[in-house]
């Protein structure tokens, strides 16, 4: 996946070779609705159940319902990866993004930015695992 940095139309071809695109969905869709702050880029285990698609699984959930690290409401809901902390220009809610001196948007984590750039798991991935799961808790 390395190789297909900066490259979104080689990610977009090459990503359901190596990635759990649908475990994936159900992480980034488990983060954003917890508030989960530290879990996209920190405190989270890639793993793999097959030796081949590649998905995370969190190790460290402290950090949850938009809590900062020392416990204050930091974010209200809801959140997402372009949600900044109130006042501030370029501390982001979620680690692994911040603003350069230019106020441009930095990040360490291409891989949710890769993801999100692509329309197709956007639009058709993330919004059928999130159906899935809706449904799944309304018929327990």
């Known amino acids: 996946m390395v190789s297909t940095r900066n490259n979104q139309t080689k990610f977009q071809q090459e990503a ?17 609705r917890f508030g989960l702050v530290d879990s996209m880029e920190r405190n989270v285990q890639i793993k793999t159940y097959d030796g081949q698609h590649f998905h995370y699984e969190p190790w460290d959930m402290d950090i949850a319902l938009g809590n900062k690290n020392d416990g204050g409401i ?13 006042g501030s220009l ?25 993801l999100e750039a ?17 449904t799944a808790g309304l018929t327990y």
Do not use: E
Not at 74 to 86: C, S
Not at 98 to 114: E, F, Y
């Open 118 to 134: 692509w329309p197709y798991w956007m639009t058709t991935i993330v919004p059928k695992v999130a159906n899935a799961l809706y």
């Open 16 to 32: 359901a070779q190596h990635l759990d695109l649908y475990k994936l969905a159900a992480y980034y869709i488990f983060c954003l």
């Open 90 to 114: 370029s501390t982001y809610a979620f680690s692994g993004k911040s603003d350069d001196d230019n106020g441009q948007p930095v990040t360490r984590n291409w891989l949710w930015d890769a």
């Open 74 to 86: 930091a974010y209200d809901p809801p959140i997402n990866r372009d949600t900044k902390l109130l």
